[in-house]
């Protein structure tokens, strides 16, 4: 059973800093892995998606990577603004019925 | 334009009601989901369906049904509401190539809709 872990589970930085938001899960057989942020009240908007092939995906100021051989994957954030507090979750997609399992996500505060 | 949406986005009802939340993309995607976030933030995947099979479901109380109409909706019916229910629901959709036998599960990514924040009084 895939176990998704995102640590840590609540951040905050002043503005301008550099940040990484990390998701380790149990099982390296995935198909992908996708990261999601949330806003309070609101949906989840998709970020960046990283095939099990890719190693990075970067859309502006963030950048995704994935090692599958040890289970992890990094969200780097890059000059971080208060637009960009939110919530950040990770989705593991591994397996051929369509499991995706959330991590429990990481609650960040970019202070101005 | 909205690629997913759900109706409605609030809901407040009482204990042993039935219930339904409507789903619909406008993406062209194949397979559609429906999560739960509980109290704690935690999201579940409940059903998902492709090509109106059934794909997933959960260790979902039989109260709740998926009925997929077409391949552009997805709706949730829930039977004799309790407690425990109140939750935000979300639908989702993703695009999955290769067929039903190399499903790999949302190659495109899953796209989200907007949420149902459900409360059983």
């Known amino acids: 059973k895939q176990e998704v872990t995102q640590i840590p589970a609540a951040l905050s930085v002043p503005e301008g800093e550099n940040l990484v938001l990390n998701c380790s899960f149990t099982d390296s057989a995935i198909y992908n892995l996708q990261w999601f942020r949330q806003d309070p009240g609101k949906g989840l908007t998709s970020l960046l998606l990283i095939q099990s092939s890719q190693r990075e995906q970067t859309s502006g100021r963030l950048n995704a990577s994935l090692d599958k051989s040890s289970g992890r994957s990094t969200l780097y954030i890059a000059a971080s603004q208060p637009g960009d507090s939110a919530t950040y979750l990770c989705?593991?997609?591994?397996?051929?019925?369509?499991?995706?399992?959330f991590g429990t996500g990481t609650k960040l505060q970019v202070i101005p | 334009d909205t690629a997913v949406s759900q109706t409605p986005k609030y809901l407040v009802t009482q204990m042993g009601n039935d219930k339904s939340i409507k789903c619909e993309q406008n993406?062209?995607?194949?397979?559609m989901y429906w999560y739960k976030q509980d109290s704690k933030k935690f999201l579940k995947i409940m059903f998902s369906?492709?090509?109106?099979?059934?794909?997933i479901n959960e260790t979902v109380p039989n109260r709740f049904s998926p009925k997929s109409p077409d391949k552009a909706h997805l709706n949730l019916h829930i039977n004799s509401l309790e407690l425990g229910d109140s939750a935000v629901y979300f639908c989702?959709?993703?695009?999955?190539?290769?067929?039903?036998?190399?499903?790999?599960?949302?190659?495109?990514?899953?796209?989200f809709g907007p949420g149902t924040r459900l409360t059983v009084t």
């Open positions: 369906y492709n090509n109106k099979e059934l794909i």
């Open positions: 989702a959709s993703s695009q999955d190539s290769g067929g039903f036998q190399e499903w790999r599960g949302g190659s495109g990514g899953q796209y």
């Open positions: 989705a593991v997609n591994s397996g051929g019925y369509q499991k995706v399992t």
């Open positions: 993406l062209g995607h194949d397979t």
